[in-house]
Every structure is written in structure tokens, then in C-alpha cells.
């Protein structure tokens, strides 16, 4: 019986978004050995992305490929489905429909290939290789231009009986409350937490009290981002913006703390650079809306993933899942 040297074997990591694809070889300590990026949005068709993609990663594959054993492909991408490894009606994808990604890129890369949606694939990146590692049970929020989630249970990734458990970031917040840009519902976590909620927010804020730092920027200026730079000159309106964020999330965690009874709750994206201005109200609000059995018991923390490597990581420990 041969021994299996861990140093040898790598993963190529996938990170499928709107605009931009991210991949990476990644190796057991998760470690990125070698990385790249090419646009999403230039193929109007899956085959020729994979194609491209293909032509981008097969210099990286060559260059590691004489010392290192390739164990699969890991892709992070909207809309998978882990189950059947497709993607399934992307609204921000430029190929429609269901298309059968994994089978596609085994077909190319001969490797094996596993998919699923990248708030799951962040999770699992988070046990593998951040602050995660070592717990079985906890919950990953990804704060970015939208909300997304992977909840981990007794060390496995839950996916529900179609593959697509997990999407907190839609979970209903306020009754008949703003209406999100793109699904129509009213009230979701994301139309509030997101970046994008921020901004409406902020512009919402700043247009009632004419004193606040945020009428200095433009309106297409108004971002996370400058409510972030008015926020640290301590203008109240700015604060506001994040006090109250962080009131609809902390409210929303202390629903899923109570579904799920994780050890920590993970925060990732851009949305978390605000640091305690949004971290602080969201655990009072968490808290204060748990039954006294849960209070004081789940950690609320920011991910150890460096944010530029992260979604490659993530997408690599779908490899290597048990």
C-alpha cells in the first residue's frame, strides 16, 4: 500500500462571477500556487468560456504538473446546483437555461469536476483553510453587492433535497418592507445588508437631513464605500446608515442561530471593512432577539480568508470535501 504525499497534490480552484472569473492552483494547506482571471461576460457561449478558460489554466496545469498531482476542479459559481453540477438559470450569467457545467469541464480538463453556489463554496474555504477550521458547526454570510450564505451542520454543507439550500441573503427581514431591485420580493435580508442596500439607505438617509457628509458626493458616488470615509469622520447620518444595517442583520442571524445552533457565525465581502460600525449593532440586535438558551454562546466573527484569494480557496475545497 502506497502513501499518499499531500504535499504533491493540488486542486484547481474556479471562481465563476458575472464579470470576472478567478482560478487558482491551490494546495492542501491552501496555499495558492499560481493564479490568473479572464472575463465572464465575453462569451456569449459556455463553450467557448470553457475553452478560454481551458487556454488561460493549461500553461499553470503544465508548469506545476511535473511535481504535482492534480485531485479535481472546485467551482464556485451562481446558481449551481452541487447535486447535479449544473448551473441553473443565472440571472447574471450570459448562458441561459440550465447548462450541465461539470460534465463540460470534465469533458475538457479531463478531471474530475464538483460545482456549487459560491456562498457554499466560501464556507467550506472558510473550515478548510480560515477561521473555521476545526468546527462543525457555523454558518457563513458573504456581504457583498448582494447577501449570500453556506450553513455548515455537523461538518457537512447543507443542501437541501434540490441543491440549493442556503439562500439567507433572501430570507424575509421586514414584512412588506423595500422591495429588492431584482427579485421583486419586499423585505429580504439583502435588499437591507447588502452593499447595494447600503446605498439605498444612505441615499435615503442623506436626502432627510441635508447637514450629513454624504451630500458632499454625487449621487452615483453614494456607495458602502464613502458612507464607510464619512462614517470614520464620525458623521452621525453615516453611522446611522451602519446602526441600522446592522440592526436588520443582527436581527435576521438571530433567526438562523435559532434554526441551526451554530458555534460562530462568519462574516465575509466588502460590506465588513466597516468593522465595528456594523459589527457592533449587529450583535446587539442578535442577541437581543434570542431566546435566553442561545444568548452568549455564538461567536460572531469576520472570515481569516484573504478577500483576493478567498473565492479561489473556497471553489479548491470542494475537491477535497468529505
Known sequence: MSLIDLSKQVALGVDIGGTNTKFGIVN???EVLDKGNLRT???DKVEDFIDALYNHVQPLM????AEKHFDGIGVGAPNANYYKGTIELAPNLPWKGVIPFAELMTAKFNLRCTVTNDANAAALGEMLFG??????DFIMITLGTGVGSGIIANGSLIYGHDGFAGELGHTIVKPGGRKHWSTGSEGSLEAYASATGITITAKKMRAEFPESMLNQYPEDAINSKTVYECAIKEDPIAIEVFRYTGQKLGEAL????MFSSPEAILLFGGVIKAGDFILKPAKLHMERNLLPIFRNKVKLVFSELD????AILGA???VWEK
Open 41 to 43: 461576460d465575453e462569451y
Open 62 to 65: 503544465e508548469k506545476h504538473g
Open 254 to 257: 438571530a433567526n438562523f442561530v
Open 316 to 318: 479548491s475545497a470542494l
Open 131 to 136: 477561521a473555521a477550521r476545526g468546527m462543525k
Open 307 to 310: 478577500e483576493a484569494d478567498a
Open 28 to 30: 492542501h494547506r491552501g
